[in-house]
């Protein structure tokens, strides 16, 4: 049950930020002229989307080729080291940029549905970033322990 909820967790931040990547694509190309500050922000903000999206796109590839019965190869166990890492520093930066804008917005009296969907958005991006991030750990483990005992199967399948 564990990775079936990993795995949903996966496709709906894969869709929710695949969105936001899209919407803030749409907006700089619209916007026009943005400020040095602005361009650093806006590469920071673009990168963590991918960043997010790329991940659950790449948990998605393992979870679907490689349960229950394939092991990872070496190269795609360190491609998931290096994802969960960037995917945390991620979650990070989600958090503390969120923190701020939403301070902003509440002292500032910014349109209260936009507050609301921000607030939406990080709830989510926490609880099921961080389900993610902690199941990433165990994913190599839980892949190979599966391998293993598929293998043994089939092994006293053919003794018998």
């Known amino acids: 049950m564990k990775w079936k ?8 931040l894969l869709l929710l930020y695949g969105f936001l990547f899209y919407m803030a694509v749409e907006f700089s190309i619209s916007s026009g002229n943005f400020t ?3 361009i650093h922000e806006g ?6 989307l991918l960043i997010v999206f ?6 998605i590839y ?4 490689h349960l229950p019965n394939k092991p990872l190869r070496r190269l795609q166990t360190i491609f998931l080291f290096f994802f969960n890492t960037l995917y945390g520093i991620s ?4 958090l503390l940029a969120s923190i701020t804008e939403l301070r ?4 500032s009296n910014d349109d209260i549905a936009f507050i609301y969907f921000l607030s939406a958005i990080v709830l989510l991006t926490l609880i099921l970033g961080t389900y993610i991030f902690i199941m990433q750990f165990f994913v190599t483990r ?7 005992t598929l293998q043994e199967k089939i092994i006293n399948d053919i003794g018998h």
């Open 5 to 12: 909820i990993f795995a949903v967790s996966n496709y709906i």
């Open 36 to 38: 040095n500050a602005e």
């Open 43 to 48: 590469f920071l903000l673009m990168s963590v």
């Open 54 to 59: 790329l991940n659950s796109l790449f948990n």
């Open 62 to 65: 393992i979870f679907h080729k």
């Open 91 to 94: 979650l990070i930066i989600i």
């Open 104 to 107: 902003s917005s509440w002292t």
């Open 142 to 148: 839980a892949i190979n322990q599966k391998v293993k």
